[in-house]
């Protein structure tokens, strides 16, 4: 039987997600005389598996404290690397993969993460006290703020904002005393704000769904009796 063949005799039959990978599968089905359903086709796992995010992960942070003990010792202070956007990306995915969400992938083409449950998600991490930056063309249907603050000890937090990057609320954010965040998009600058003057902001559309350890977020989540 030829794929066009197939591909006819499938559609007569309603079978849908077929592949030439499981053509000799479709083709019993199709001979015999129980009720037909498409096979069951394994989704393929995200190139940035959990073995290459704890890799990358324990690489970054041994260059980190590498600077940290060698600056230290000569009294000499500089100033200190963010965590690179693949694994701070990759660090939410696992943690909304922990909590149940797990179509969320790093592979996609357009933003950070991409999910079948909540569209776009966008990431934004933190190090510091310092303001995180948005290009102005960024898009978004949910918005992940990762609190790595305390990351050199392992530990994150993870606010989740329902609030769509069109959406009034988030236009209106008063980035300074006299613009909103839409007023500086328009303007083609890159809005920032420390996550002390946006949480207020946006406190009733947030929610804090992590808090712990690197380690943590890849035991599954404890269920309460």
């Not at 129980?34 to 393929?44: D, F, L, N, R, Y």
């Not at 946006?202 to 035991?219: A, E, H, M, P, R």
Request: charged fraction near 30%.
């Amino acid at each position: 039987m030829t794929n066009k063949e197939l591909t006819a005799l499938c559609k007569e039959k309603g079978i849908k997600g077929y592949s030439s990978k499981n053509k000799a599968v479709l083709v019993d089905m199709l001979n015999s005389d129980k009720p037909v359903s498409a096979p069951k086709i394994e989704e393929t796992e995200d190139t940035y598996t959990k073995d290459l995010l704890k890799v990358q992960y324990d690489l970054h942070k041994a260059y980190v404290n590498g600077r940290i003990n060698t600056t230290t010792k000569i009294g000499v202070k500089v100033r200190l690397p963010c965590i690179p956007e693949d694994i701070s990306e990759n660090i939410v995915k696992f943690i909304l993969h922990k909590l149940k969400d797990t179509t969320s992938r790093w592979d996609c083409k357009k933003g950070d993460l991409q999910s079948e449950k909540e569209g776009k998600q966008e990431c934004k991490c933190f190090t510091s006290d310092g303001p995180p930056s948005f290009t102005p063309s960024s898009d978004w249907d949910v918005i992940y703020f990762l609190d790595a603050r305390n990351w050199l000890n392992d530990k994150f937090i993870l606010y989740k904002v329902l609030l769509k990057r069109t959406s009034l609320e988030w236009k209106n954010i008063k980035v300074s005393k006299t613009q909103t965040f839409e007023d500086q998009t328009k303007q083609g600058r890159r809005p920032r704000i420390t996550w002390e003057s946006l949480h207020p902001q946006i406190s009733s559309y947030c929610n804090k769904v992590y808090d712990g350890t690197f380690d943590d977020i890849f035991n599954p989540l404890e269920v309460k009796e």
